[in-house]
Each structure stands twice: as C-alpha cells, then as structure tokens.
C-alpha cells in the first residue's frame, strides 16, 4: 500500500517540479498544470459531503486539532498530491484558522497535517466566492502558504532552516524562502451543484531537510489569502500570527507536533531528498556547462539506489552526496566556483585581497582587483551588464522630453526620459553646460536642483525592465533573459543600462542641445531604486557621483552586519527611550519572488550571506577612482529593514579603499532622521558636496558632517565600527 502511494507521490513531484521551479519565472503561467488541478477524476469531495458507504467502513476517529499547548498536532500519514481529498486525511483533526486581518476577508477555511518520513503535508479546504490571480504578487493571489521552521529556533528573521512557501487555486507554486524543489503541491476547485465556484483544495507537501521522528515540535503557520476582485490582497487568516508578521520574522509562528507514527510502520528509509536531486539533475542543460559529463555516472546510480526497494538508508545518502557533489562541480566556463562550492566566512571580506588570496599591492593592482569585484558580482548577484559596443544610440529632443533610441543587429528600441533644465537667463551656465542629477522615477527637489544650477533627468525604470518577474522591458527585447548565466541580467543592472543609455544620449549630441554637461552627473534613486542607483554607479564609470538613498540590502547595507534585536541610542535626534532595532531586510526576501527579479539566477542558490564572496563595502569601493564620488544616504527611524546601521559600516570599510587611494573626501555618508526618501536635507548636502568638488564653490554645509554618524556615540560602539576608526 506504501509503495503505491508513494509511486503516485513521485509522480506527482515529477508534474509539479518544473512549476515548482520559480527561477524560471517565464514559465510560471504557461507551465502544464498537474492534471489533477482542473479535470479532478470524480467529483470534488468536499468535507461536509456524506461520506460514500463502503461494505466494511474503517472507523476512524480523527485526531484533535490542537493539543493541550496549544499546538497543531499532525498524524502519521501519507497522503496522495491530487487536489482530491483521501480517506488517510479523516485521521487528521480539522484546524479552523480564526484569525482574519481584515474585515474585508470573505474566505474561510479548513486545514488538516499529516506527516510522515518523507514530508510534512498540509490540506487547505477554502471557501472563496471570489477567486482571482490578476496581481504580479503572488501572495495578492487567491492562495495559501505554509510556514515552517524545522529547527524551531525561533529565529528573528529566515534562517536556512525556514522556509516559506505559497500555492495559489491554480496550483501555481511559488517560493518566499527555502528551496523551491522541497514544495510540491496540487489544487483543484470546490464547485456547487450548479457548477459555480465556490472555493478550492490545496494538498503541499515539504520534504524534510532533516527527518523527524515522533514527537518533535516545530514552528509552523498557515496562512490563506484572500484576494478581492479588483486584484487586490483584502486580508489574510492565520492559525497563530496576528502579526502578519510570519512572512520575515519565523519567531511568531505556532508550533506543530508530530504525532502516531507506529513505532514498528516502517523501515524509515528517506528517498525524498535523493528523488528531488535527480529531478534536479534531469533538469541540467548539459550545453550550459563544459563537463556535464561527471554528471553522468552519480545521475545512474542514484537512479538505481532510488528504484531499489532493499537499499538502506547509508546507501541512499551517499547516492545523494555524490550526486550533489558532482552538481556543486558543474563548470560553467565562467571561471568562479559555484555557489556551493564557495566556502562561508563571517568576517568581511577584504577589498584589496584578490579572490585567489593575493594582495594589492599598488593602486594598478587595485585596477584590476576592483575588475574582479565587478565579474563577481556579474557572475553571483547582479547579472551582466552586457557588451554594448555594437549598440547605436540616437535621440531626439521634443518639449521635456528626450526620447533615446537604441538600435542593436537589426533590433531598434525607443524609451523616453524626462528632462528639467536651469533658466539660462537666471542661473549662470557653467562652461560645458549645467551640471545633471540623473534620477530613478522621479527626485521631489527638481526645483530646488534646478535653482542651485542642476538640470534633472528622471528615468521610468518599467520602460526599461518591469519590476516583476516577467523579464520584459526595452532592455530585454535587446537582451533576452536565457539560461545560461551569460545571457541573465537583473532589472538593477538592467535599468543601469538605461542610465548609460541617456549617457550615450548626452554625449551624442542631447548634451549640447539642452545645456547640459554629460561629464559632471550624479546618479540617485531610493529604496530598490537606490540598489539600483548603487549598480549604476559601480558599473559605469562615467557616473561621477552615486548617490544612493536608503537602499538597504542588495544596496549598501553590507549583508553580514546584523543590527535587529540591538538597542540604539538615538537621544541626539529627539528619541529618547532606547531605539531597539526591529528585522532587517534578510538574504531570503532579496530571494523571494517579488524581489528575485532584480538579481541573476545564480544569487538565488545563496543559502548563507557568509558564502557571498563580496559584501557591500566592494559594491561602494567600485567608486573609488580619481574624479569620481560616492555619497550614501539613509534614514535613522523606522528603516530598520534598511539596516542604517549595516550602511553605515559600508561607508567605514570603503572609505579604507578610498583613503588606500589617497580620495578619502571622494565619498560621505548623510542619515537622516526619517523618510523613505532623498530629503531636503540630503539634497542640500549633496548639491554643495557637488558644488565643493565640481567648482570648489564656496558653500554652507559643513562636509566634515558627512563622515559622522549616530553610530560614533559611545553607546552606539561597535568592535566592527572601532576597527575602521582606530587612525
Ligand atoms: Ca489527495
Ligand atoms: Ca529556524
Ligand atoms: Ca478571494
């Protein structure tokens, strides 16, 4: 009976895994549907149908929902992945989640949880009257998620442990932690008589990363979401997190105890990691690498120790090891190791130690040393920024308006951007032309800049990538997002190129046309747009200054700086209780699926910041060049996601690259108190930063007040700080 259930099982994980893979977003929508999901092989039972008599009914009394803590008890079972509900599930005791965000939820539901050596699996019973799926965020989709943390550490933010998982009524998967290969699913809809839809089954299924046996206790939550028919999230329901919260911090999920499991049931032999990983392996494109071929050997034999009924367990984990082993050593061409294969360091790495252990030794090696940082990043997080060397830029000037077109082998596509120049006869012109502030979507001080002498372009980044997962956009139909990681650009990187693009503009003429001097630009943008102005400046060299404005992490917060759960002393700024830092943004939201579109496919298989072989100091230090600028701003309250704290520790460990060049006063740091935004206060500082080191114009500000922070305060000292104020 086992094995039956679980050839079905395997069949279906071998349905759901190409949808289940979300690093090929492209094929989320189109990708088959478990047959299951829409031609369900009777009539969907529901629970509160009679059950069907049967000549010798098994009695079954199902299990209570919660035990007497207070925590989901999971019986020993497996079901089938169908979108159908088993007789196995009768043992489960039925959990009614209570707690709803919203006034707005019409949804209601019903989960049950089984598990066994396997999986932990989960049903979901919702009643909807309206389904909808219209949102690009998935979890504003009619769906369901599940919420685990196996250790049950009850960490502050994701730890490799966690995971959280989504699965919408048309089983279309999707990952915001954890590996995506662990989450299978299936669904199928609930219908009255008359054929209308009334709501949907959801059966999950995740593979344990390490077993459990009876009795052990988990964190977990499930959650439903309850889109509108506008599209819209209207609330959710939960078991335990009224918080909402459970999504980027597992400390406020319930728990789940397993339970049942007969102490003779079985042999206790765990297949599913090895079936997931020779799914994985089938997947490979063997032209994407140039020895694909070690795959071949440990790919058969894992198949064989999979197939074989009386393999033990130490067999089937070294069938797994070799196999993940030969995965980790897939070449690529690329010359980086893959991300397994990078070991982990909790120290910062250095910027002026090259990635095989050699020091700079001289400002030319820091040339080259400052190259490699840049194809690290190319190859681990960002994407390339491709050879554009055979583009051909024009433009063409109409009202405020300049529309650029890029013609590429025959392909030509055109984007507009938005100019705003000094009155001539009001602000004198520098010689050359005004001075220009290049900005993502929009920048609130035109005006002021445009007073101060500054012309302003502002650049629609949905024009040049749309921020979803679709990979579309003028820099896409140029540049298609492939397989291979030479042929995968994130939207940062992608709207950089429409920054050098306007650039190219500039210098072709547009320039001279609007007054404005191509040579003296600075670049910003704030929150993900800050990231992306961060790229922007690392990876055009004609940027002169890079201003990016509360950009966090996958910005300028260096990842391996932790600043929740500390407490701050911000009594300078007018708070005065102790500022206890709430989650900083983690590594795994960066991952999710609403943000996973800004970095290439590689920066998704990081399961650890201590692996990136880079931190954010060398995203900054890639500024430090004679003539060039880098100016970080960030907020002090409420952008505890931002980690200010993390930014300002970027600034410290760059400057040292800056100062090794002798261009200490080439980069400045300015928090503000609050906002989500470039300030009025920023841009003062910024402009007379400009107007000091563009002109040497005399100016207001004090930039000595650009290499200080609240972070200096004494309560506020860290060893990690003090080792870049010694001198
Ligand atoms: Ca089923
Ligand atoms: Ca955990
Ligand atoms: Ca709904």
Wanted: aromatic letters at 10%.
């Amino acid at each position: 009976m086992k094995k039956a259930v679980l050839s079905i099982l395997m069949l279906m994980l071998v349905i759901s895994i190409p949808a289940a893979c979300s690093k090929d977003p492209k094929k989320d929508d189109d990708s088959p549907q478990a047959p299951a999901v829409t031609e369900t092989p009777a009539a969907t039972p529901t629970p509160t149908e009679a059950p069907e008599p049967t000549p010798e009914p098994e009695i079954i009394v199902p299990a209570e929902p919660f035990d007497d803590q207070g925590r989901v008890i999971a019986v020993y079972g497996t079901p089938v992945l169908d979108g159908v509900v088993d007789d196995v599930w009768e043992k489960a005791g039925t959990v009614i989640p209570e707690l709803k965000s919203s006034a707005a939820v019409q949804a209601t539901g019903e989960f049950k949880v089984l598990w066994d050596e396997e999986a932990l699996y989960t049903l979901y019973i919702v009643r909807d009257p309206v389904l909808n799926k219209a949102s690009m965020n998935t979890y504003e989709q009619d769906s369901v998620e599940i919420f685990l943390d196996e250790s049950n550490d009850k960490a502050i933010s994701y730890q490799s442990d966690d995971v959280h998982y989504r699965v919408n009524y048309e089983n279309t998967p999707s990952t915001d932690a954890g590996d995506p290969y662990r989450f299978t699913s299936a669904a199928s809809l609930l219908k009255d008589e008359s054929g209308n839809v009334t709501g949907y089954i959801a059966e999950t299924a995740i593979n344990w990363a390490n077993p459990p046996s009876n009795g052990a206790i988990m964190g977990f939550e499930l959650q439903i979401n309850d889109a509108n028919d506008a599209g819209i999230r209207a609330g959710t329901v939960n078991i335990f997190d009224g918080s909402n919260s459970a999504w980027q911090n597992p400390s406020v999920m319930g728990e789940v105890v397993l339970t049942g499991k007969e102490v003779k049931a079985s042999s206790s032999r765990n297949t599913g990691m090895l079936n997931i990983y020779i799914k994985m392996a089938e997947r490979i494109d063997p032209d994407n690498y140039v020895n694909s071929d070690i795959l071949t050997e440990p790919l058969k034999n894992a198949k064989k120790v999979f197939n074989d009924e009386s393999a033990a367990q130490p067999q089937i984990d070294a069938a797994l090891d070799k196999l993940k082993e030969v995965i980790a050593q897939l070449n690529d061409g690329s010359g980086f190791v893959s991300v397994d294969s990078l070991t982990a360091n909790e120290e910062l790495p250095d910027p002026l130690t090259f990635f095989d252990g050699t020091k700079v030794a001289s400002p030319a090696d820091w040339d080259k040393r400052a190259d490699e940082i840049s194809r690290l990043y190319e190859y681990y997080m960002y994407g390339v920024m491709p050879d554009t060397s055979d583009e051909k830029v024009s433009y063409k000037v109409s009202g405020n308006e300049l529309t650029i077109t890029v013609e590429k082998r025959g392909k030509t596509v055109s984007f507009p951007v938005n100019f705003s120049v000094p009155d001539k006869n009001r602000i004198a012109m520098p010689e050359g032309g005004y001075p220009v502030l290049i900005a993502y979507l929009w920048l609130t001080q035109t005006e002021y800049a445009n007073n101060k002498g500054y012309a302003v372009i502002t650049l629609n980044t949905e024009l040049i990538a749309a921020d979803n997962w679709t990979r579309s956009g003028v820099f896409y139909d140029l540049y298609p997002y492939g397989d291979k990681w030479t042929e995968q650009t994130g939207a940062l990187m992608a709207w950089s190129w429409g920054v050098s693009k306007i650039l190219d503009a500039l210098e072709a003429g547009a320039g001279k046309e609007l007054n404005i001097n191509p040579a003296y630009n600075i670049m910003t943008g704030v929150s993900r747009w800050g990231k992306a102005a961060a790229v922007t400046g690392a990876f055009d060299k004609r940027i002169k200054v890079t201003a990016p404005s509360c950009s966090g992490a996958g910005g300028m917060a260096m990842f391996r700086y932790k600043s929740e759960g500390k407490t701050y002393d911000y009594s300078s700024i007018g708070v005065n209780s102790p500022y206890v830092m709430t989650a900083n943004e983690p590594l795994s939201s960066l991952q999710s699926s609403s943000e996973q579109h800004w970095f290439n496919d590689n920066f998704l298989n990081f399961k650890n910041v201590n692996a990136l072989p880079f931190d954010q100091h060398m995203l900054a230090s890639l500024c430090a060049e004679e003539g060039r600028y880098l100016f970080i701003t960030g907020s002090y309250l409420y952008e505890d996601w931002t980690n200010p704290p993390a930014m300002w520790l970027t600034y410290l460990a760059a400057r040292e690259v800056f100062k090794y060049l002798g261009l200490e006063d080439n980069i400045g740091i300015h928090l503000h108190k609050e906002g989500h935004m470039v300030t009025d206060e920023d841009m003062v500082y910024l402009l007379d930063f400009c107007d000091h080191h563009f002109y040497g114009r005399r100016i207001e500000s004090n930039l000595d007040d650009l290499t200080k922070s609240l972070f200096l305060e004494p309560a506020n000292s860290d060893p990690l700080f003090d080792k870049y104020l010694k001198d």
